[in-house]
């Protein structure tokens, strides 16, 4: 195989990066996977691979399936029991995805798969592929191309960065920081992440019998028949008038002018009730803030549907009705005065000598599968604040889903990045993480920066910092809780 095979799959040129960035935002579809290789021109390295299975009945693979098997990849990378002849160590693993940083993808196509070194199963479990998977080499080598491609994508720590009072002197000292947040911020608050196994709206929609609770979601579905989003909606209508700490803390960061955008994936519309001004937020997933008619497309505040949402019924949009109220055609009304809807009127109406026209549904702008993502956000982020942002801090997110997941990566790697939640993210090389409940590490940073949040569930406890096992890892908490993570962390590391 010649390098520049596999090489070619892997631009990183900026505006390659953009159009990636630019593919992302439709949560539906896949990003196409990048030009790939001629089969042709893979036949002659099969045999280098000992492994190979032979199979090239390989039409049914679907180019969605391989991009999940690289995100999973990504974020749960495949670990072997036994390193040896089907996958390595951890840290070799980690030394391969240095030599491809330090010689570049040519040279290490050639150090590995060209000189017949490693097979090419074994190489892609460097980036956390499985080595048996259902694929032939034919595809085991687009996978390679992608890791190579994702791998010279990721950023590396900052050595510089890595105590919580670096993170504190950061802070300070930073004057356009941008705020990532995600469900972790709004926990406290009683709103469960969607997402989350037992508490989340989906996993309560399971239970109430939808098999998949993302169809609730689904703009199709919602034109065809509305009425299953309105007798749910309920319970996810954001309540008014709280915030968290931590959104207090975010509104802090604005009043002492340090706050460049908070882009949010949240849809509970909290940072507005915090105060964070309009044009420092980007809601990435839209919001209840607002409602929109599917027909005449009039743009309503979402409160304006709260009251229709509470009481399990499609709203309609007044707008048309107000038309429809002064059409100066012969209609045809129902017994309660009220236009009939479309999905309630019969076949047996629908024949032209009643042309009533229909009301528009309304629906909250919060963005639905199959609906484009705000263009502010990639506005915002390309030609506003990628150029000028002096420090990341992200909150309450697992930075998996897109786009979100991919502003980090294209911001200057120079830029320092700040992780807070519960969890570490290891798919991404955040300077410093700081692990423990949001509300609890904004009050420890607040306080060692001595800043006052104004809020009333400011943890009043005295809370330390820990560190954890890994570089610019920290655990925050009261004392007995960041002790125990640390203590756990270690008897993990211990057993490995
Ligand atoms: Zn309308």
Request: proline share 6%; with cysteine.
């Amino acid at each position: 195989m010649k390098a520049d095979d596999v090489v070619g799959l892997t631009s990183s040129q900026p505006d390659k990066h953009l159009e990636s960035v630019a593919r992302v935002q439709d949560p539906i579809n896949p990003p196409p996977l990048p030009q790939l290789v001629e089969h042709d021109d893979l036949e002659d390295v099969d045999d280098l691979d000992e492994e190979s299975d032979g199979s090239d009945d390989e039409s049914e693979i679907s180019v969605s399936a391989l991009n999940d098997e690289l995100d999973r990849a990504e974020y749960e990378p495949y670990e072997d029991d036994e390193p040896g002849p089907i996958s390595f160590t951890p840290a070799e693993a980690k030394e391969l995805r240095d030599r491809l940083r330090r010689v570049g993808p040519n040279r290490f196509i050639e150090q590995t798969i060209t000189s017949g070194t490693v097979g090419i199963r074994k190489l892609v479990t460097a980036f956390g592929v499985r080595p048996d998977l259902p694929y032939s080499t034919t595809w085991y080598y687009r996978i390679l191309g992608l890791c190579i491609q994702r791998e010279l994508r990721r950023r590396q720590k900052l050595t510089e960065y890595n105590t919580i009072d670096d993170a504190v002197s950061l802070i300070q000292k930073s004057n356009k920081i941008m705020v990532i947040t995600g469900a972790g911020i709004s926990t406290s608050l009683g709103i469960p992440d969607f997402r989350s196994t037992n508490s989340g709206f989906y996993s309560k929609l399971r239970l109430l019998g939808h098999s998949n609770p993302e169809d609730v979601f689904d703009l199709e579905n919602f034109d065809e028949d509305p009425t299953t989003f309105y007798t749910l909606a309920k319970d996810i209508l954001p309540m008014t008038g709280k915030c968290s700490p931590t959104h207090a803390f975010i509104r802090l960061l604005q009043d002492k002018q340090k706050l460049l955008t908070n882009y949010t994936q949240n849809i509970d519309n909290i940072e507005a009730y915090a105060g964070i001004e309009p044009e420092k937020l980007i809601q990435c997933h839209g919001s209840w803030a607002t409602a929109s008619c599917r027909k005449c497309k009039v743009e309503v505040p979402g409160e304006a549907i709260f009251e229709d949402v509470r009481q399990s019924r499609v709203s309609y949009c007044q707008a048309c009705l107000d038309r429809i109220e002064t059409y100066p055609r012969k209609r045809k009304r129902t017994s309660n005065g009220k236009v009939r809807s479309r999905s309630s009127h019969s076949d047996s109406e629908d024949d032209g000598r009643y042309d009533v026209p229909q009301p528009g549904v309304m629906k909250p702008n919060i963005t639905f599968f199959g609906e484009k993502l705000p263009t502010r956000f990639f506005d915002r982020l390309t030609d506003h604040d990628a150029a000028i942002v002096d420090l990341i801090i992200v909150i309450g997110t697992s930075m998996k889903v897109a786009p979100v997941s991919e502003i980090p990566n294209y911001v200057d790697e120079k830029v320092p990045q700040i992780y807070i939640s519960k969890e570490a993210a290891d798919h991404i090389n955040f300077d410093i993480t700081l692990l423990g409940y949001c509300d609890d590490v904004v009050a420890e940073l607040a306080k060692r920066a001595s800043w006052k949040i104004e809020h009333e569930n400011v943890n009043k406890e005295e809370l330390v910092a820990t560190p954890g096992i890994k570089t610019g890892h920290w655990n925050i908490g009261p004392a007995t809780t960041a002790a125990a993570a640390t203590e756990q962390e270690l008897s993990v590391a211990v057993e490995e």
